[in-house]
């Protein structure tokens, strides 16, 4: 039997790869058998990263905010697999209304 959490010959794209929460995505992807192709916009958190993950990572940089450049980086990864959309941006085109939550570096104690 074959193990079902097996993920040999599948292609996983993760926006925001390249640190934090993201990268550990992409490790465990790789684990389980995935190819993983990192997104993001530096570069050299990128090369770090996918060189810290081996043979199984490659990268691309891209800002995915950028919706105009999508179909490129579907045409350039090939066929995708498993998407992970971990791409931390709070200036991106959606803007729903914060109410009740702390801007951006507040502390908040209760």
């Known amino acids: ?65 950028k919706f105009s450049e999508a179909p490129a980086l579907v045409a350039r990864v090939g066929r995708i697999d498993i998407l992970v959309n971990n791409v931390g941006n709070d200036e991106g085109a959606c803007r729903l209304p914060r109410r009740g939550v702390p801007s951006r570096g507040t502390v908040v104690r209760r």
Not at 40 to 60: D, H, K, T, Y
């Open 1 to 65: 039997m074959t193990n079902p959490f097996r993920l040999d010959n599948q292609i996983a794209l993760i926006t925001g790869g390249g640190t934090g929460i993201g990268l550990g995505i992409a490790r465990c992807l790789a684990a389980a058998g995935a190819k993983v192709v990192l997104v993001g916009r530096r570069e050299p958190e990128l090369a770090n990263a996918a060189l810290s993950i081996g043979q199984a990572a490659s990268f691309v940089v891209q800002d995915v905010t």
